[in-house]
């Protein structure tokens, strides 16, 4: 069964559900219960584009055991055009040739099975633009 942690941010994994800050318009992905930057407690729901820049990236060759088919594959985190930064997996190219400035296009696509159930964790993956 997939972590709690997992299902609670089904909205955001799924439709990139974010939240803009009615006191200083700042926006965090995924929503919170206060502002990282004023405490306030009063939010927007916002659904963020499906593109962004690659702020920074790594290379992950040693990655944990539901990954090691994939590896060596990029990390990245991402800034979407409403400020919002989230790390996703980039696929579709070299790992090497993700570097900071590139834009990607973010994807619905299978991130891993969990346990022996095979119970599928859908979430976003960045691929070239």
């Known amino acids: 069964m997939p972590s709690p942690r997992y299902t609670r941010e089904i909205p955001a994994r799924y439709r990139l ?3 803009r800050c009615s006191g200083c318009s700042k926006v965090v992905f995924p929503i919170r219960r206060f502002c990282p930057s004023c405490r306030g407690e009063e939010f927007e729901k916002l659904t963020l584009s499906r593109k962004g820049k690659v702020v920074t990236s790594t290379v992950v060759h040693v990655p944990p055991d539901d990954f090691l088919m994939e590896a060596p594959y990029a990390m990245a985190v991402v800034e ?3 400020g919002a930064r989230l790390m996703t997996q980039v696929v579709d190219c070299d790992p090497s040739a993700v570097l900071p400035g590139m834009d990607v296009a973010l994807e619905f696509r299978l991130i891993r099975r969990e346990g022996h159930s095979g119970i599928l964790c859908y979430g976003h993956k960045g ?3």
């Open 80 to 82: 979407t055009p409403e």
């Open 17 to 19: 559900e974010a939240a």
């Open 127 to 129: 691929v070239p633009a």
